[in-house]
């Protein structure tokens, strides 16, 4: 069986995008002071503990989600076995 690599992708980036956005808003909302989710702003730039850094999350989120689930998908055709084999 063969993965759809762009729909993988899209699914990858959608949800790591919203796994930030959420995991950002949820610390703000309960009020903790949010120092290990801030080293997100060491990889995704712009991005800080903040509101307008949870959108930016989002964005970056969204966009490492694209290229990792694109690199799986494609690497898990190139590895899987052939059908009808």
């Given amino acids: 069986m063969k993965l759809n690599t762009k729909a993988f992708a899209l ?3 959608i949800l790591w995008g919203i796994a930030v956005f959420v995991t950002t808003a949820w ?6 002071h949010g120092k290990t ?22 964005f970056w989120g969204f966009i490492d989600g694209l290229i ?12 899987a076995p052939k059908e009808g084999k």
């Fill in 68 to 79: 990792c689930g694109f690199i799986f998908a494609w690497l898990y055709n190139l590895l």
């Fill in 11 to 13: 699914t990858a980036g």
């Fill in 27 to 32: 610390l703000l909302i309960i009020g903790t």
């Fill in 37 to 58: 989710i801030s080293l997100l702003g060491n990889f995704y730039f712009g991005y800080s503990f903040s509101w307008g850094g949870a959108f930016i999350g989002l």
